[in-house]
């Protein structure tokens, strides 16, 4: 089902006459790791090292492995460019797969019938197909919008799951999207980010699906009471991630800096991931804020017993901005 492009990448491992190689799969495409591990090694003769670390997205690019193992190329699968590689080569393969588009907006197009002006938006697994899909749409008589330009997300009308500026450039010509894509992560990143309804369109088991505001309802009214929580403890973990693309230990010490003006003691916690394993231990922190991947806080961590917050919800505690500036647009920043 996925375009795993070997050809290309044996292609890079001889140009570049790396001998050593670490390949970095996502979950999705680890079943396959030893066959692609031996693929490239018999092609290329390169010693072929696996990345066991997670590898969520490309804010995750095994960057310190890579030089700990010495090695010439990292192949990087299943997102795009993110962020600047540093002295390490990067091959990134999309691992895009095909979808029928006509049977795609044919599912579609009732569900988007209420609307006439249509933002597209996908993930980099099928950006390949937005002209098809666009071309179904307005042959139905839809006016599609399909934004671009964005930094993070360098193809039309992507989006990563905490980044929808490309959605966000057209937010205001559309009255509503079509996500093309698995899943309710990016569908609901896309609501919270630009507050619009969102149309969704599986090409996995061609389900389709709407998803609107009021279905977050329940999130909201959880965040707001976090943030209510957090106002009144006296001891904050700020997090920051050693993840390259998720790295802001700036942005933690500006907050650091913010809540002891406001009187609260704030704690930088520097780590990789943020799991339960490793906060619960923290026992004098009542509440942690977290600079690194939004959705970590939005989408909960298994087994935290304390709030998390987001970067905004902290200035919202704060008395930097206001709830009601933040929630439905822009909420993931
Ligand atoms: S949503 Fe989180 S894991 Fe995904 S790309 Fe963004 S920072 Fe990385």
Same mark, same amino acid.
């Given at each position: 089902?996925?375009?795993?492009?070997?050809?290309?990448?044996?292609?890079?491992?001889?140009?570049?006459?790396?001998?050593?190689?670490?390949?970095q799969?996502?979950?999705?495409?680890?079943?396959l790791?030893?066959?692609?591990?031996?693929a490239?090694?018999k092609?290329t003769?390169?010693?072929?090292?696996?990345s066991?670390?997670?590898?969520?997205g490309?804010?995750?690019?095994?960057?310190?492995?890579?030089?700990?193992?010495?090695v010439?190329?990292?192949?990087?699968?299943?997102?795009?460019r993110?962020?600047?590689?540093?002295?390490? +080569?990067?091959?990134?393969?999309?691992?895009?797969?095909?979808l029928?588009?006509?049977?795609?907006?044919e599912?579609?197009?009732?569900?988007?019938s209420?609307?006439?002006?249509?933002?597209?938006v996908?993930?980099?697994?099928?950006?390949?197909?937005?002209?098809?899909?666009?071309?179904?749409?307005?042959?139905r008589?839809f006016?599609?919008?399909?934004?671009e330009?964005?930094?993070?997300?360098?193809?039309?009308?992507?989006?990563?799951?905490?980044?929808?500026r490309?959605?966000?450039?057209?937010a205001?010509?559309?009255?509503?999207y079509?996500?093309?894509?698995?899943?309710?992560?990016? +569908?609901?990143?896309?609501?919270?980010?630009t507050?619009?309804?969102?149309?969704?369109?599986?090409?996995?088991?061609?389900?389709?699906?709407?998803?609107?505001e009021?279905?977050?309802?329940?999130?909201?009214k959880?965040?707001?009471?976090?943030?209510?929580?957090?106002r009144?403890?006296?001891?904050?973990?700020?997090?920051?991630?050693?993840? +390259?693309g998720?790295?802001?230990?700036m942005?933690a010490?500006?907050?650091?800096s913010?809540?002891?003006?406001?009187?609260?003691?704030?704690?930088i916690?520097?780590?990789?991931?943020v799991?339960?394993?490793?906060l619960?231990n923290?026992?004098?922190a009542?509440?942690?804020?977290?600079t690194?991947?939004?959705?970590?806080?939005?989408?909960?961590v298994?087994?935290?017993d304390r +709030?998390?917050?987001?970067?905004l919800?902290?200035?919202?505690?704060?008395?930097d901005?206001?709830w009601e500036?933040?929630?439905?647009?822009?909420?993931?920043?």
């Amino acid at each position: 089902m996925y375009h795993l492009e070997l050809e290309r990448v044996v292609e890079e491992i001889r140009s570049r006459g790396a001998d050593r190689v670490l390949l970095q799969l996502p979950d999705g495409l680890r079943p396959l790791a030893f066959q692609m591990a031996k693929a490239l090694r018999k092609s290329t003769g390169a010693h072929v090292f696996l990345s066991g670390d997670s590898c969520y997205g490309a804010c995750d690019l095994a960057v310190n492995q890579a030089r700990e193992l010495s090695v010439g190329l990292v192949v990087h699968y299943g997102h795009s460019r993110m962020t600047a590689d540093d002295d390490v +080569p990067v091959l990134y393969v999309h691992a895009e797969v095909d979808l029928d588009a006509e049977a795609l907006v044919e599912e579609a197009a009732p569900l988007l019938s209420r609307w006439q002006r249509i933002g597209l938006v996908t993930t980099v697994q099928h950006v390949h197909m937005v002209d098809e899909i666009r071309e179904g749409l307005r042959g139905r008589g839809f006016t599609v919008y399909v934004g671009e330009g964005a930094e993070r997300a360098p193809y039309p009308g992507q989006v990563l799951g905490c980044y929808y500026r490309n959605a966000q450039a057209v937010a205001g010509d559309v009255e509503a999207y079509l996500y093309v894509g698995g899943g309710e992560f990016h +569908p609901k990143g896309l609501v919270l980010s630009t507050g619009k309804p969102v149309v969704v369109a599986n090409p996995f088991n061609a389900a389709v699906s709407l998803m609107t505001e009021d279905d977050l309802m329940q999130l909201a009214k959880k965040r707001v009471a976090q943030i209510a929580t957090v106002r009144d403890v006296e001891r904050i973990g700020v997090l920051v991630s050693s993840k +390259p693309g998720q790295r802001a230990a700036m942005v933690a010490e500006m907050l650091q800096s913010r809540f002891a003006e406001e009187g609260y003691e704030a704690v930088i916690i520097y780590l990789d991931e943020v799991r339960a394993e490793h906060l619960n231990n923290f026992v004098e922190a009542q509440a942690f804020v977290n600079t690194a991947c939004p959705r970590v806080a939005v989408d909960g961590v298994s087994g935290v017993d304390r +709030p998390i917050l987001t970067v905004l919800e902290a200035e919202v505690v704060l008395g930097d901005r206001r709830w009601e500036d933040i929630w439905g647009d822009g909420y993931l920043g």
